[in-house]
Nanobody, 126 residues
Framework: VQLQASGGGLVQAGGSLSLSCAAS????????MGWFRQAPGKEREFVAM????????VYSDSVKGRFTISRDNAKRQVYLHMTSLKPEDTAVYYC????????????????????WGQGTLVTVSS
């Protein structure tokens, strides 16, 4: 099973952009799908995550109120709708997923995720 992220690009500060993540290959039943990002010279950080089993959404403090994660249940896809973008949001955004359920307290931990997409670059100009 592979994850394919798309939708990155160049946007001005204050603008909006949406990313999508789709699973391909053998039919996958991920319990959790979402996004991490990695800015140049920085470690990968958690952005947002959706879990089907308890219909929960978790956001990092840095994007809460500006980003929204949504999903398509039939397609098992997740989307990240980003608004009020800031230059510090510039990063490669990675889609991540895991089939087995992750406890709520661990959903921000990148090591919990077993499947990763290739990343899509988001550049926010000032």
């Amino acid at each position: 099973v592979q994850l394919q992220a798309s939708g990155g690009g160049l946007v001005q500060a204050g603008g909006s952009l949406s990313l999508s993540c789709a699973a391909s290959g053998r039919a996958a039943s991920f319990s959790t799908m979402g996004w991490f990002r990695q800015a140049p010279g920085k470690e990968r950080e958690f952005v947002a995550m959706y879990t089907w089993s308890d219909n929960s959404k978790v956001y990092s403090d840095s994007v809460k109120g500006r980003f929204t994660i949504s999903r398509d249940n039939a397609k098992r896809q997740v989307y990240l709708h980003m608004t009020s973008l800031k230059p510090e949001d510039t990063a490669v955004y990675y889609c991540a997923a895991r089939q087995n359920r992750i406890v709520l307290s661990a959903r921000r931990d990148a090591s919990q995720y077993t499947t990763w997409g290739q990343g899509t670059l988001v550049t926010v100009s000032s």
